[in-house]
């Protein structure tokens, strides 16, 4: 048994990193829950400026992961995932202008709506990847503010809906618009958490990374790029239903082909991360980097752009475990 | 004990080209379950392509695959692999994003049945099932003498190690049909051995195992049948004994010193 004896050498070695990376994980919880406790106080310390903001922020964290997911488990990159945002903005402001129902229950209805025109996107481009699917999905995001023009009796038109009904009656406003996106980062964060350690994850990250093996052990291609579609348009379009409560409006106006592009922008700056810390990084930058820049006039494309460079070359320098730790969603 | 007699893998007149160049040409064979069955030839004889005709991952022009009684002519990889078509490959095909026992998992995939919410859910169904599908893994690591490197990342194992754990991927399912491509390389002399008595322990009544492999000490060891090919031609079949003295295996293949 002396192939034995080789893997007991490796797993020798290895024993240490483990060790080491279990007491590094106990650390990255402990952090976490610090982080999230100060998150959930944060409303009683700072202003309601800071509070709305924030809120904003959760739910484009929730945007960003929905890309990173595409990216993560499928290996293709979007640039059109504001449309499955707006699905999700637009249905739970047609619930509650048709139906008269709040966000706790228009909010499961546009996950589906988004999954649902997630697959009906990703049928007809099963067979598309790298750059050309990308393409097809930037037609996507092209066409969406002529679509829900033609349609203005029902979207609105330039000016939109609005989404006013309470979540949560019983709390400010103020809250609900910050509560309800921060609950709704930490219930996908650990939703998808839980699903990396499924048969499903695995089977999608090896059909990424080797189709003709997974073919071979039962897995389809095209239910790979359908269930990847469906899942990470779902997720954009949960964002989207936040969004559009915690912005108490949804019009044309925020869903162009830069909202696609700034969403891909966020994945690329939270390193694709599937967590809420590297998520939030990645939805901070977003919200933000045009804030922090409004007062720069005709420079703001610039130093938005200096901005991101410096951004991503700086997390691409820092070593390899704290990289892995920000990308969450490892076993 | 089973009542059904185990079901051979029929080839019959196998053609496959690609454009004008022929792959292979009029390739028969019968191979036995309960057999282990050698494929040996020459680089680009086109062992690897047959494989891939027998998996579906390559359409043939010409002839027919039976399982038994079953035509696979028609039925995708993925319905392959649900009849019990199970394999390992030439060039290690592992995720190194899932650990060594999740890449073994993933060959219990066609039998599992934990779906979308249990995937999302820590409910109790998706939880037994991963457990138990744990254990088959690590029984199948454990049939390879690997079974300590089940929560590492293939990234820190060698390449010797790998191919084993590609191996325990291929056999975690309980596959009918069991093709393994060249399962030695990277492998040194000693695990080599070890992986001759792992193959042998493998045989089994209902089992169609094949492997590729240029370790001809390997392939004399642990076959029944051995199978020739070159330049996707038979060019012989029968016994180890019978293909290490078939001249013509010798001038194409073996060479005179290993003859």
Redesign the interface.
């Known amino acids: 048994m002396s192939s034995v004896i080789t893997s007991r050498a490796v797993s020798a070695d290895a024993a240490h990193a483990d060790r080491a990376a279990t007491v590094a994980r106990r650390r990255t919880v402990g952090i976490g829950l610090v982080g999230l406790l100060l998150l959930a106080a944060l409303p009683l310390l700072a202003g309601g400026y800071w509070t709305y903001t924030l809120g904003l922020c959760f739910a484009n964290a929730i945007a960003i992961i929905s890309v990173s997911f595409l990216v993560r488990y499928g290996g293709e990159v979007s640039i059109g995932h504001g449309v499955f945002v707006a699905a999700g903005a637009y249905t739970v402001a047609l619930v509650e202008k048709y139906l008269g129902l709040p966000l706790l229950a228009s909010l499961p209805v546009a996950a589906c709506v988004g999954a649902l025109l997630g697959v009906v996107f990703a049928f007809p481009s099963r067979h598309l990847s790298g750059i050309y699917l990308a393409v097809a999905t930037m037609a996507l995001a092209l066409a969406l503010p002529e679509v829900l023009l033609h349609f203005s009796s029902v979207s609105g038109g330039y000016e939109g809906l609005y989404v006013k009904l309470d979540a949560l009656p019983g709390l400010s406003k103020e809250l609900q618009r910050y509560y309800l996106p921060l609950a709704g980062l930490v219930v996908v964060a650990m939703l998808l958490r839980h699903f990396r350690r499924s048969r499903q994850a695995a089977a999608l990250m090896l059909i990424r990374t080797s189709p003709h093996a997974a073919e071979s052990f039962g897995v389809r291609r095209s239910w790979a790029r359908l269930a990847c579609m469906a899942l990470s348009a779902g997720i954009a379009a949960i964002a989207g239903a936040l969004l559009s409560f915690s912005s108490s409006t949804v019009s044309p106006n925020s869903f162009t082909l830069w909202t696609s592009i700034f969403l891909l922008v966020g994945s690329v700056v939270s390193l694709y991360s599937l967590s809420i810390f590297g998520s939030l990084i990645g939805g901070l930058f977003l919200t933000l980097m045009p804030m922090l820049l409004a007062g720069a006039g005709d420079w703001v494309p610039i130093l938005y752009g200096a901005a991101l460079l410096g951004v991503v070359l700086g997390f691409n320098a820092l070593p390899e475990s704290v990289r892995t730790r920000l990308q969450g969603g490892q076993a | 004990m089973n009542a059904i007699a185990p079901d051979p893998l029929v080839v019959h007149d196998l053609s496959l080209s690609f454009g004008g160049i022929k792959v292979l040409q009029h390739v028969a064979m019968h191979l036995k379950a309960g057999e282990i069955t050698g494929l040996i030839g020459p680089n680009g004889a086109g062992k690897t392509s047959f494989f891939n005709c027998l998996?579906?991952?390559y359409v043939p022009q010409h002839g027919s695959i039976c399982l038994g009684a079953k035509h696979l002519e028609r039925i995708?990889?993925?319905g392959r692999?649900?009849l019990g078509?199970?394999?390992s490959?030439q060039h290690v095909?592992?995720?190194?994003?899932?650990?060594v026992i999740?890449?073994v998992?993933?060959?219990?995939?066609?039998q599992?049945s934990?779906g979308?919410l249990?995937?999302?859910?820590?409910l109790a169904g998706?939880r037994t099932e991963?457990a138990h599908?744990r254990d088959l893994a690590l029984a199948a690591l454990g049939r390879?003498?690997?079974a300590?490197?089940a929560?590492?990342s293939p990234a820190?194992?060698?390449p010797?190690?790998l191919r084993?754990t590609e191996i325990a991927?291929a056999i975690a399912?309980n596959p009918r049909v069991l093709l393994l491509d060249e399962p030695a390389a990277g492998?040194n002399s000693?695990?080599t051995?070890?992986?001759s008595a792992a193959l042998k322990r493998l045989r089994a009544p209902d089992l169609v195992l094949v492997v590729v492999e240029h370790d001809m000490d390997l392939i004399m060891d642990v076959c029944d049948t051995i199978h020739v090919l070159n330049v996707g031609t038979l060019l012989a079949s029968g016994s180890p004994e019978q293909i290490r003295h078939n001249p013509d295996v010798v001038r194409v293949y073996l060479g005179d010193e290993d003859a």
């Open positions: 998996t579906g991952l995708p990889p993925s692999a649900a078509f199970s394999r490959f095909a592992l995720c190194p994003e899932l650990s999740e890449n998992m993933v060959g219990l995939h066609r599992s934990a979308w249990d995937a999302f859910m820590p998706g991963r599908n390879l003498g690997v300590e490197v929560d590492l820190q194992l060698p010797g190690v084993l991927r399912g492998l000693v695990e051995a070890d992986l």
